[in-house]
């Protein structure tokens, strides 16, 4: 099993839909859980942390189900300006680093 | 600085030969790491540094690539005789401590020709 998995899309949406992505992960200690954002040939940017009582940052919900070893992030409003992909990232067994999915594509079309 | 610096931007190499990567992490970050992004492919871990420690090491994928962090700032990634699957954009990241997110650079793209 990958250490973070992901439905590597792409999610096709209009302007103004609803989108939910998924991400699992195999390390139950994995203590710490963010989602990224990466647009086509730049870097990585930090879009939210997550935490186990949820969290949401304008249009942005994410969610941490510790038990099912599950994490999801909800996109509300969608905006031409969120086409991207969306990387799920977990601490690594030896609490290290950060280990990254290989992301879930969006694009969203007016 | 206000960001994480990479050097060079992009960097084309013939087949066998040796090259260095430079990361000047954001000041004050003891965290510093070293990842790498093949074509179509997710950021795969290399290394990383936290402030006077050991390295953790576990991610580089042969004895041919090390790095190296100086002063507990800038580190410099080297790959020797590189090969045409060390092909991808190297990324190096830094953060005040481990556990909060990191700050990526933009990356050194790398072309073994």
């Known amino acids: 099993r990958k250490e973070v998995e992901q439905d590597p899309g792409p999610f096709n949406v209009p302007e103004g839909a609803t989108v939910a992505f998924n991400c699992t992960y195999s390390?139950?200690?994995?203590?710490?859980f963010f989602w990224y954002r990466q647009d086509c040939r730049k870097e990585p940017k930090l879009l939210m942390s997550v935490y186990s009582s949820g969290n949401e940052d304008g249009r942005f919900t994410a969610q941490l189900n510790r038990a099912s070893q599950y994490i999801s992030l909800l996109i509300r409003d969608s905006k031409l300006s969120d086409s991207a992909t969306y990387l799920c990232?977990?601490?690594?067994?030896?609490?290290?680093?950060?280990?990254f999915g290989k992301g879930t594509t969006l694009s969203v079309s007016s | 600085g206000a960001g994480v610096s990479q050097s060079p931007s992009n960097k084309v190499t013939e087949k066998g030969k040796d090259v260095e990567l430079r990361c000047d992490p954001i000041s004050g970050h003891t965290a510093l790491y070293w990842y790498r992004q093949s074509l179509g492919q997710g950021l795969e871990f290399l290394i990383y540094?936290?402030?006077?420690?050991?390295?953790?090491k576990s991610g580089l994928p042969s004895d041919r690539f090390s790095a190296e962090r100086t002063g507990g700032s800038v580190s410099t990634l080297t790959i020797q005789r590189t090969q045409q699957e060390d092909s991808a954009v190297y990324l190096c990241?830094?953060?005040?401590?481990f556990g909060v997110g990191y700050t990526f650079g933009s990356g050194t793209r790398l072309t073994v020709v």
């Open positions: 990232v977990v601490t690594n067994q030896a609490g290290t680093a950060l280990i």
């Open positions: 540094f936290q402030g006077n420690s050991a390295p953790d």
């Open positions: 390390n139950s200690a994995s203590q710490s």
């Open positions: 990241a830094s953060s005040l401590n």
